[in-house]
């Protein structure tokens, strides 16, 4: 799952706590496998997690806890954000 | 195509400017739909490009001068990367 998204200008008002909170509550999920993420000095980031399958991102997507700090997000948050479930195909690396 | 990548420790060594014309020479390829692309201050990033297909992907990679910029990005840049090439299955944003 591709998260993009644009963080609202001004205060924190607790999104920097609720995200730490949210990759905590993620890795604890069923089908988690992983998650990166990064955003830069303008408030522009791009969150990657990774899982075993639609069923485990659908669960996750409708997690409680989770919930709520999806509508803090629209609410206070992100400016804006797309959401992309994404089918990783093949992978490699450095050598 | 999921690109996460680490920086090497350092000068910039050519990077940012390599890193510009690169996204230049993606956007005239045949099959491009978009990149979005964020590092930290760490040196930790992400950078994913939309492409129509698989062909165009594998167009891009052997482009020749993508492919001076991979070797150099192996060489110098980069301490780590994975890239993932995945297909997008379904997109939503904020209403």
């Excluded at 591709?2 to 001004?10: A, L, N, Q």
């Excluded at 995200?19 to 604890?28: F, I, R, S, T």
């Excluded at 992983?34 to 990774?50: L, P």
């Excluded at 399958?53 to 700090?69: D, L, N, Y």
Aim: glycine share 10%; net charge negative; no cysteine.
């Amino acid at each position: 799952m591709i998260f993009t998204s644009v963080r609202t200008e001004g205060e924190d008002q607790g999104y920097g706590k609720m995200a730490e909170q949210m990759v905590e509550l993620a890795k604890q999920q069923p089908g988690f496998l992983g998650v990166e993420s990064v955003r830069d000095a303008n408030g522009f980031g791009i969150t990657v997690s990774y899982w075993e399958s639609e069923e485990a991102i659908r669960a996750w997507k409708g997690h409680a806890a989770h919930q709520i700090a999806q509508e803090r997000g629209k609410a206070e948050w992100y400016a804006n954000y797309t959401v992309r479930v994404a089918k990783v195909e093949r992978e490699y690396g450095m050598e």
